[in-house]
């Protein structure tokens, strides 16, 4: 590892809706056989929402990592959301979550950060940048994401796969003594792949109130087995060069948490860049994918586990929509 | 100007919708008396897309941008979309943007950033950290509004007000012999005026198969009067502290490119802020309020009427939706 930046993830919070949907119980509804989803997915539960608002969620998840951070709000310069799904179009998510935390008016900015499941691995580059830089000294990222009304019933695969949940982290710059350090970092879109994951609607393309907008529009739809494929062209050629210019190896990772894509994904992906199972963090079979939440809850549920400890050198990294590959290494 | 990052919007350029709707005509489709727009809102005309989608619009903004920066399409490692509406909700529409170039895949990544009117405001600072940093050598930012469908005819002020068009930058690092240069940046959010300006729809909390959204929650609303009040009132301290930290006063600036918000907004935000008429640009009664594409289509735009000039020292503010206020200095 080189290119450190003394940036630090100084806290980390999540949040989980009390509502456990479990596969019993969605496979009736999906109309799938018993053991068709666990086989397809990999999940086995997932959290849904009840009357929680994104942004309700996200600023939950935010007070505890204030909190892991011993942090107190009124030092918070900075909140970028970086959810895949606003809580409305206008204005950011990030001004809600200000809002629902009673942050003081004024003291910090707020913005949202848009790449569909690796939203959190860009916002948590950018937060580096602007430590690194000193612009900012207390930067808070909070990924929420509620898929109630955005999976279509008719693609149990898809409706089965993701989780609502939230999670944040506090970034500070690194004090004396601490070995904290975000590294490389690298992102890549191949747009070829646009529509392989994609929600058509939300936007000017497909908007609500146009009448050719369909329900089906306003839900997600996947080809899976397409963007494996294209995940499995493209992210081995991304990984070698990643670990080229960061000056790493392998080996160096003490611990890897991926995107939480889907059981056959992670497997695949794992075979295919030569990674080590045991150093790697899967939560998917109880929390599902849960899109831009699914690194930094993996990253705050493998702390409470006492898996991920400081100082170890950890690698993040997934594809999202886009289809974009990303990849950043830090020392915890 | 102290804090200056050796970093250059080395190109500009614009897309602009054929169809030109006047008054006299959009008037009478809104039930307004004849004079009545101009009054209230100071556009005269305003253009409006026809089949063009977001994306459409964006990438020839990015292709007039780049033959403005004498730069080659494969140059570019990061396209930043920095619109108030997407494409669609997922993938992020940068990413529609690198396919629509026809941008070499893998070569660039592609994410969204929002901030509603100030989304480009954000990217561009974003974008000189990323190369201030090295990281970079080439970002394209494209802002690109589109609002057929978005407002609401029963609110003539806001359905006149906005226009569509798109804008893009490309941002290099600043080569020997160049004055070019970033300098201070702030944001600050006000999130008691978040429902002031709004659109309910397009997220969670008002989903488009949410039998509980209404037409109007997709259409933008905005109390016009509560805001250009809170602006009042936060806009001054803002800019005073934005100053000082810039260690500049106002007379530094040559040129002055506001958010086209309003011709009320700007007239009593430049009484507010003691800024010289004369330095300032105004498009919008032409070019209505752009959006987040406000900003950077005043930039092309001053620039193509010899007015902004290399080595002019700028400055960009304005308000957006949150409320979120923002100013980034500048060496042109």
Redesign the interface.
């Known amino acids: 590892m080189k290119h450190l930046a003394r940036v630090r993830i100084a806290g980390l919070g999540t949040y989980l809706p009390d509502a456990i949907v479990r596969n019993v119980e969605l496979g009736k509804k999906l109309g799938v056989p018993d053991g068709w989803i666990e086989k397809v997915t990999g999940v086995v539960e997932r959290r849904r929402a009840g009357g929680e608002?994104?942004a309700q969620m996200a600023a939950a998840a935010v007070r505890n990592a204030l909190d892991d951070a011993e942090a107190e709000l009124d030092e918070v310069e900075?909140?970028i959301?970086a959810s895949?799904?606003?809580?409305?179009?206008?204005?950011?998510?990030?001004?809600?979550v200000?809002?629902e935390l009673m942050?003081p008016?004024?003291?910090?900015?707020?913005?949202?950060?848009?790449?569909?499941c690796?939203?959190f691995l860009?916002a948590l580059h950018?937060a580096s940048?602007?430590i690194?830089?000193g612009?900012y000294r207390c930067v808070v990222i909070a990924s929420s994401e509620?898929t109630?009304?955005?999976l279509n019933p008719s693609h149990p695969e898809s409706a089965a796969l993701f989780g609502d949940a939230a999670a944040a982290a506090v970034l500070k710059p690194t004090r004396k003594g601490e070995s904290s350090a975000v590294g490389h970092?690298?992102?890549?879109?191949?747009?070829?792949g646009?529509h392989l994951?994609?929600?058509?609607?939300?936007?000017?393309?497909?908007?609500?109130?146009?009448p050719c907008?369909t329900?089906e529009d306003?839900?997600?739809s996947m080809d899976g087995p397409a963007v494996l494929r294209m995940a499995l062209e493209?992210m081995p050629?991304?990984f070698k060069a990643f670990l080229e210019q960061a000056g790493s190896v392998r080996e160096d990772y003490d611990f890897i948490i991926p995107h939480q894509a889907s059981r056959r994904g992670l497997e695949v992906m794992r075979r295919a860049l030569g990674l080590n199972r045991d150093r790697m963090f899967i939560n998917l079979e109880r929390r599902g994918n849960c899109i831009a939440a699914s690194i930094p809850l993996a990253l705050a549920e493998s702390r409470s586990a006492g898996l991920l400890q400081r100082g170890q050198r950890v690698l993040l990294l997934g594809t999202?929509?886009?289809?974009?590959?990303g990849a950043l290494e830090l020392i915890f």
Chains 1, 2 share one sequence.
């Open positions: 608002t994104t900075l909140i959301g895949a799904a606003p809580q409305q179009l206008i204005p950011c998510s990030a001004a809600f200000q809002r942050a008016a004024g003291k910090s900015a707020c913005f949202d950060v848009g790449a569909t690796l939203s860009v950018l940048l602007y690194h830089s612009k509620l109630s009304f955005a970092y690298a992102l890549s879109t191949f747009s070829s646009a994951t994609e929600l058509r609607g939300g936007g000017t393309f497909r908007h609500p109130n146009d907008t329900p306003n839900t997600f493209t050629g991304f999202g929509a886009g289809l974009t590959l």
